[in-house]
C-alpha cells in the first residue's frame, strides 16, 4: 500500500473529450508529481507541485492542465488530447522538498481514441 | 541532458537463476539513484544509493552504487516467479530540483 490513490484507473475518452484524473495522497507529504508512461519510453515527468505551488513544468502541451487544490490532492485537466496521448498517467508524492523517495499511486491507463 | 540506460531491456530466466540489471547515467549534478520495481501500475521503492561502493541490501536484492564509473548494478539472487517485474532506474541530480530521470527500465521475467 503506497498511500497514494488514483482515479478512475481506466479511461476511454474521444479527441473533443474534457476528463480530469485525480490523485490523493495520504502520506503527509509536501511535494506532489505528474508523470506519463508511454511504451517503451522512460518516466516522463510532466509536472511538480510543491506545497500546492507548481515548480516544474516540462514543456508539456496545454491540452494538459495540472491543479492542486491542497497539498493532498492533484488533478490532471485532459481536453482535445490526441491519440498518441494514450498512456499510463502515474501520480507521485514525497516527504522531502528534494523529491529523493517519491511514492507512486497506481496510475490511470488512459486511452484517447 | 540528463540520460539514464538500462541493460538489458528485456531478459527471461530460470526460477533459481542470478540476475544482475544493470544501469548507467550522464547527470550533473548527481544526488542518489534510486530503483523501483513496476509489477502491474504503481512502480515500488527498492532502494536509494548516495555514496560509491556502500551495498544495499534486502533480502535477496541487493545493489551497489560505482560514482567514479557512473554505473549502478541490482542483483536478485535465487529469483522466482514473483520477481517478475519491469525494474527502473532512477536518478535525482541538480541542487533544488525535484526531477527524476528514469531509464527504460529492464523487464525481468523468471520462468518456473
Known amino acids: ?113 | 541532458e540528463d540520460k539514464v540506460v538500462q541493460s538489458p531491456l528485456s531478459l527471461v530466466v530460470h526460477e533459481g537463476d542470478t540476475v544482475t540489471l544493470n544501469c548507467s547515467y550522464e547527470v550533473t549534478n548527481f544526488r542518489s539513484l534510486l530503483w523501483y520495481k513496476q509489477e502491474k501500475k504503481a512502480p515500488t521503492f527498492l532502494f536509494m544509493l548516495t555514496s560509491s561502493g556502500i551495498e544495499k541490501k534486502s533480502g535477496r536484492l541487493s545493489s551497489i552504487l560505482d560514482k567514479k564509473e557512473l554505473f549502478s548494478i541490482l542483483n536478485i539472487t535465487a529469483t522466482q516467479t514473483g520477481d517478475s517485474a519491469i525494474y527502473l532506474c532512477a536518478v535525482h541530480s541538480g541542487a533544488g530540483s525535484y526531477q527524476l530521470t528514469f531509464g527504460k527500465g529492464t523487464k525481468l521475467s523468471v520462468i518456473p
Open chain 1, 1 to 113: 500500500e503506497t498511500g497514494v490513490t488514483q482515479t478512475p484507473r481506466h479511461l476511454v475518452m474521444g479527441m473533443t473529450n474534457k476528463k480530469s484524473l485525480k490523485c490523493e495522497q495520504h502520506l503527509g507529504h509536501n511535494a506532489m508529481y505528474w508523470y506519463k508512461q508511454s511504451a517503451k519510453k522512460p518516466l516522463e515527468l510532466m509536472f511538480v507541485y510543491s506545497l500546492e505551488e507548481r515548480v516544474e513544468n516540462n514543456s508539456v502541451p496545454s491540452r494538459f492542465s495540472p491543479e492542486c487544490p491542497n497539498s493532498s490532492h492533484l488533478f490532471l485537466h485532459l481536453h482535445t488530447l490526441q491519440p498518441e496521448d494514450s498512456a499510463l498517467y502515474l501520480c507521485a508524492s514525497s516527504q522531502d522538498r528534494a523529491g529523493l523517495r517519491q511514492f507512486f499511486g497506481p496510475g490511470t491507463r488512459l486511452t484517447v481514441l
